[in-house]
């Protein structure tokens, strides 16, 4: 996969992008990342990359000019852009099934704004805008660095175990049941017997059950969208009613 990411602030990628699961598809050349500073192509004399708003109002908005022209070098240089990502607020919410989307394509560009806003013709340019949630930050760089983090991880050959990422909370709707390591038992707690039978399908019904469990405890909206067997359906009603009588 090629990422390109438009920053006025490109130092800031320079630990996440290169250390841990990402530096490693860096050098397995699953991944090429580059990264514009797009204050580079600003045609004003002070640099600057932002002005402000037609018809007043407050903040700064970032100018059309700087990332029109950051985009066409890049659109040169690859031959086009990909999908183009622009960090907003106003965009769809990112979740597990956007990262499984993005991960599926060739080539990602994030725009990663600041200041106020953007001039609205940006969006001429863009394809898609993605918002990590209803919360504002200071700039898209560290939404753009979640974004990739968890969509990098999906691509084929990127994890060293190919079931680490279905095994996942959300990669199927649910959050993932509770694990366990060695030793056996530490200070009185004890990992359960289930998982140390040997007994392959009574180990995944557990992993299963405690599944639906956690997530009927900790996220049950995430129940109303899951897609659930016969099997997963009964223990969830068992569930419901457990916990309609502790209550």
Not at 113 to 132: A, C, F, Q, W
């Amino acid at each position: 996969m090629k990422i390109d990411i438009l920053s006025l602030f490109p130092e800031m990628f320079t630990g996440p992008l290169t250390q841990s699961i990402i530096g490693k598809a860096i050098e397995k050349e699953i991944l090429d990342v580059d990264i514009t500073n797009y204050r580079d192509y600003t045609k004003s004399k002070q640099k600057h990359v932002d002005d402000y708003p037609y018809g007043g109002g407050a903040g700064m908005l970032l100018q059309v000019q700087p990332l029109f022209d950051a985009l066409d070098s890049i659109d040169q240089k690859n031959n086009g852009l990909g999908s183009v990502i622009l960090l907003d607020p106003a965009g769809r919410k990112f979740d597990q099934n956007i990262a499984k989307e993005l991960a599926a394509k060739e080539h990602l560009t994030f725009i990663c704004g600041h200041y106020e806003g953007y001039d609205e013709r940006i969006r001429t340019k863009v394809t898609d805008e993605i918002s990590l949630g209803d919360y504002v930050l200071t700039g898209g760089e560290l939404a753009s660095m979640v974004i990739i983090d968890a969509t990098v991880r999906l691509i084929p050959g990127v994890l060293g175990n190919n079931e680490s990422a279905p095994g996942d909370s959300f990669s199927d709707g649910l959050l993932e049941y509770p694990q366990y390591t060695r030793p056996a038992e530490y200070r009185g707690l004890k990992v359960p017997d289930v998982l140390l039978s040997g007994n392959h399908q009574k180990i995944d019904d557990w992993r299963r059950k405690e599944s639906l469990r956690r997530t009927l405890e900790r996220r049950p909206d995430l129940l109303e969208t899951a897609t659930l067997d016969e099997k997963q359906k009964k223990w969830l009603q068992v569930l419901k009613k457990s916990q309609r009588d502790l209550n």
